[in-house]
């Protein structure tokens, strides 16, 4: 399970604006994700969350960077279930590539709640849904959060040693 070792992050988001991106594709798995992440930005203390669909996987990085100006962090959430030909490799290869260029570039964080599976039963194994192992969505919303908290601090801390 993946999910072994995952650490325990406990964040305070108040006061961030957060972007959701979620894939269309696998209704019921990307209502979980989506779930997952919503809980997980409300446990964080995030109150300004906005929530943007886009027809699938591969068009998260561009809405990702069209967004990553107006928000602290931004959730990316897809689903690609592995087929018989290598459309799953391109799409994967794709969206993961484009959205660590998003995030590195803009330096705004992207919580990477993409699946990559090799059938519906793992999606949905993932999903958060009622009797899934794991909540994806969530952990990739708390990850932006922890990752935007961090972020802001460094630059907080870097303002003060560059004033002292």
């Given at each position: 399970?993946?999910?072994?070792?995952?650490?325990d992050l406990r964040?305070?988001?108040?006061?961030?604006?957060?972007a959701?991106?979620?894939?269309?594709?696998?209704?019921?798995v990307?209502?979980?994700?989506?779930?997952?992440?919503?809980?997980?930005?409300?446990?964080?203390?995030?109150?300004?969350?906005?929530l943007?669909?886009?027809?699938?996987?591969?068009e998260?990085?561009?809405a990702?960077a069209?967004?990553a100006?107006?928000?602290d962090?931004l959730?990316?959430?897809?689903?690609?279930?592995?087929?018989?030909?290598?459309h799953?490799d391109y799409?994967c290869?794709?969206?993961?590539?484009?959205l660590?260029?998003?995030?590195?570039r803009?330096?705004?964080?992207?919580?990477f709640?993409?699946?990559?599976?090799?059938?519906d039963a793992?999606?949905l194994?993932?999903?958060?849904?009622?009797?899934?192992?794991e909540?994806?969505?969530h952990?990739?919303?708390t990850a932006?959060?922890a990752?935007?908290?961090?972020?802001?601090?460094?630059t907080?801390?870097d303002?003060a040693?560059?004033g002292?």
């Open positions: 399970m993946s999910g072994a070792g995952s650490p964040v305070d988001g108040k006061g961030l604006r957060v959701v991106v979620a894939a269309s594709w696998h209704q019921t990307m209502d979980g994700l989506v779930e997952g992440a919503r809980r997980a930005l409300t446990e964080s203390g995030v109150d300004s969350v906005e943007v669909r886009v027809p699938g996987t591969f998260l990085p561009v990702c069209r967004l100006g107006s928000y962090a959730v990316a959430l897809g689903v690609v279930i592995r087929g018989g030909t290598p799953f799409v290869q794709a969206a993961t590539v484009g660590t260029d998003v995030s590195v803009t330096g705004v964080p992207v919580g709640g993409v699946l990559t599976c090799d059938d793992q999606a194994d993932r999903a958060g849904l009622p009797g899934s192992s909540d994806k969505g952990e990739a919303a932006a959060v990752t935007a908290v961090t972020l802001r601090d460094l907080g801390r303002a040693v560059v002292a």
